[in-house]
T-cell receptor
Framework: EAQVTQNPRYLITVTGKKLTVTCSQN?????MSWYRQDPGLGLRQIYY???????DKGDVPEGYKVSRKEKRNFPLILESPSPNQTSLYFC????????????????FGNGTRLTVT | DAKTTQPNSMESNEEEPVHLPCNHS???????IHWYRQLPSQGPEYVIH???SNVNNRMASLAIAEDRKSSTLILHRATLRDAAVYYC????????????FGDGTTLTVKP
């Protein structure tokens, strides 16, 4: 089944303890992205990757790192989590068309609810 | 990035059609208009997308204005399972990196 898999689904941690949220897709998609969702603020993009070894900042990258060493995986790293990073996180992937006339949808994971105390 | 404007909330009765509007007046010529919905406690899911012509699929229809500055997602017969937050977002391939979702429209369906 084609899917985007995030782990863990729920995570409670303390301030300053490094953590990684994993994201994996089995659709051979070039494009992957991380979002955070907070009440009243919609989905805000953290980082995205257009392909292996290519990453770029979204709207809210501060406090986060990502890597794209393999096409299927795009982990989100919080080196020193703080309480303001308590949020619901979503990973998404998408095929990049070879022509601008081809356009494909985003596929989302089920989310990771992170609480930083 | 093209910005979108959607009503915060809309209500519908079950079995009736629902028209969800989206304003995207700064859309570029290569942006497709995508719609996603997010059910409670789930990730967003794809609904439909289009470039210029109106589009239909099993979930919904998409009506795109001739000047492409607005679009309308049409649910032909709303069900209770359609209660969700609906997002419209312009996406293209040539500059597909940034994807900024707005706050979406919360659709309530009354039995």
């Amino acid at each position: 089944e084609a899917q985007v898999t995030q782990n863990p689904r729920y995570l409670i941690t303390v301030t300053g303890k490094k953590l990684t949220v994993t994201c994996s897709q089995n659709m051979n998609h070039e494009y992957m992205s991380w979002y955070r969702q907070d009440p009243g603020l919609g989905l805000r993009q953290i980082y995205y990757s257009m392909n292996v070894e290519v990453t770029d900042k979204g709207d809210v990258p501060e406090g986060y790192k990502v890597s794209r060493k393999e096409k299927r995986n795009f982990p989100l790293i919080l080196e020193s989590p703080s309480p303001n990073q308590t949020s619901l996180y979503f990973c998404a992937s998408r095929m990049r068309g070879q022509r601008s006339s081809y356009n494909s949808p985003l596929h989302f994971g089920n989310g990771t609810r992170l609480t930083v105390t | 990035d093209a910005k979108t404007t959607q009503p915060n909330s809309m209500e519908s009765n079950e079995e009736e059609p629902v028209h969800l509007p989206c304003n995207h007046s700064t859309i570029s010529g290569t942006d497709y208009i995508h719609w996603y919905r997010q059910l409670p406690s789930q990730g967003p899911e794809y609904v439909i997308h289009g470039l210029t012509s109106n589009v239909n699929n099993r979930m919904a229809s998409l009506a795109i204005a001739e000047d492409r500055k607005s679009s309308t997602l049409i649910l032909h017969r709303a069900t209770l399972r359609d209660a969700a937050v609906y997002y419209c977002i312009p996406l293209n391939n040539t500059n597909a990196g940034k994807s900024t979702f707005g706050d979406g429209t919360t659709l309530t369906v009354k039995p």
